[in-house]
C-alpha cells in the first residue's frame, strides 16, 4: 500500500474544512477547500485545477457541506457573519444568503428525509445550521423551515442520522436528537462536560461523543443504554466509524486508540493501539473499505489495518499538520488540508 502526491494547491490561510462532492456530479468529482480568511475554491480531482474560486465569508469562513444527491449540485457555507450561503458549484455562482444573526455559523448538517418527503418539501433532504445557541432547520432553497427551543450552551457539534430523519446537536451538558421532519425532540442524554465531536455509526445504532474531560461516551439511543470510555492523554476531538460500523477511530492523545463496538461494545475491551510520534490531529476512516488514514501534530499522516497484526499500511510526511482529511467517494484518493493552508489530494495504491 502506498500515497502518492496527485496533485497539491495552496489557500490563504488555514484549511479550515474541506469536502468531497457526492457522486454523479456533472463534469465529476470536486474538492470543495475553505480557508479561515473566508476564501472558498472548487478543484477538479483529475488534476487539481481551479474551477471556481468563490468569495466565500468576508469574515471568515467556518464550515462547508454538499448537499446529498439526488437533485442539482448545491454546496453550502457558514460564517463567522452569521450567515449561511448557498453556491451553484457547477456554473460557480452565489444563490443566495440566509442570515441566522450575530453568532458564528460553526456547524452544519445535511438530513436525509425519512421517505417520504414531506409534502410541499423543497427537496429530499434539510439543511440544520448551529449558529451559538441556536439551531435553524433549511430547505434546499434557502428557505426556513423551522427553528428551534434555544440550546442552554453553544451548540458545540451536530451529527446526521445515518437512515436519516433525525439530527442529534450537543452542547456542554449533553446531546438533543431531534426529528428532521416534524421538529419534535426524540431524546435527550445528558453528559455534564464539554462535547467536542459527535457521530453515529454507518448503522444509526451507536451515538458517540468525544469530550473535553477527556473521555469518549457511547449510547445506543433505541435500547437506553449508554457507556464511558475514559483515560485519553487529552481532549478527544476527532471520532471516525469505519462502514462496518465495528471500529470507532479516535483522538486524544499520541496514539490513534481503536475500539471494537461489534456486540456488546467496546466497554471492557482492550483497544487497538495505532501509534505516533506526535499527538493525532486527524483521524478518518475509508466510506465502504477498511483503511483508516490519521494525522498528528508533527505532520505525518499514515494509513493502517486497525484489524491486522500488523496494522501500517504506508506513511508520508506533510510540511504542516493536517486540519482535515477526506476520502473521495471511491475512496482512491485522500484529501488534507493543513495548518499553513496547503491541500494534498495523495492517491492510495495497493
Not at 39 to 54: E, K, S
Not at 103 to 131: I, K, M, N, Q
Not at 297 to 324: F, H, I, K, Y
Request: hydrophobic residues 45%; aromatic residues 8%; negative net charge.
Amino acid at each position: 500500500m502506498e500515497l502518492t502526491k496527485h496533485w497539491a494547491a495552496t489557500l490563504n490561510d488555514y484549511v479550515i474544512d474541506l469536502g468531497w462532492s457526492p457522486a454523479g456530479l456533472a463534469g465529476g468529482p470536486v474538492l470543495a477547500t475553505a480557508s479561515a480568511a473566508g476564501p472558498i475554491v472548487l478543484h477538479a480531482l483529475a488534476d487539481g485545477r481551479v474551477l471556481h474560486p468563490l468569495p466565500g465569508h468576508e469574515q471568515g469562513t467556518n464550515a462547508l457541506a454538499w448537499a446529498p444527491g439526488p437533485g442539482p449540485a448545491l454546496l453550502v457555507s457558514g460564517g463567522q457573519d452569521g450567515s449561511v450561503k448557498r453556491w451553484d458549484p457547477v456554473a460557480g455562482q452565489h444563490l443566495g444568503t440566509i442570515n441566522l444573526g450575530s453568532a458564528w455559523v460553526e456547524h452544519l448538517s445535511w438530513v436525509v428525509s425519512t421517505p417520504p418527503a414531506p409534502v410541499g418539501a423543497a427537496g429530499p433532504a434539510r439543511l440544520f445550521a448551529a449558529a451559538g445557541r441556536a439551531l435553524t432547520a433549511l430547505a434546499a432553497d434557502g428557505s426556513v423551515v423551522r427553528t428551534f427551543p434555544p440550546a442552554a450552551k453553544t451548540l458545540s457539534a451536530l451529527a446526521a442520522h445515518p437512515r436519516g430523519g433525525a439530527l442529534a446537536a450537543a452542547c456542554y451538558g449533553g446531546v438533543s436528537i431531534w426529528d428532521a421532519d416534524d421538529g419534535l425532540r426524540q431524546k435527550d442524554l445528558a453528559y455534564q462536560n464539554g462535547i467536542h465531536a459527535l457521530l453515529w455509526s454507518p448503522d444509526g445504532r451507536w451515538l458517540v461523543s468525544g469530550n473535553q474531560d477527556p473521555s469518549v461516551h457511547l449510547w445506543i439511543p433505541e435500547q437506553d443504554l449508554e457507556f464511558h470510555m475514559s483515560g485519553y492523554e487529552g481532549k478527544v476531538k476527532f471520532l471516525s466509524f469505519d462502514y462496518s460500523s465495528r471500529w470507532l477511530a479516535t483522538s486524544g492523545g499520541r496514539d490513534a486508540c481503536v475500539w471494537d463496538c461489534a456486540g456488546v461494545g467496546p466497554e471492557g475491551r482492550e483497544p487497538v493501539m495505532l501509534p505516533h510520534e506526535a499527538p493525532v490531529c486527524a483521524v478518518r476512516f475509508q466510506n465502504t473499505h477498511g483503511l483508516l488514514a490519521t494525522g498528528s501534530a508533527d505532520g505525518t499522516v499514515q494509513l493502517w489495518s486497525p484489524e491486522r497484526r500488523q496494522p501500517l499500511r504506508a506513511a508520508v510526511r506533510m510540511p504542516s499538520p493536517a486540519t482535515r482529511l477526506a476520502w473521495s467517494a471511491d475512496d482512491a484518493f485522500l484529501a488534507i488540508g493543513t495548518e499553513r493552508g496547503a491541500v494534498y489530494v495523495l492517491a492510495c495504491r495497493a
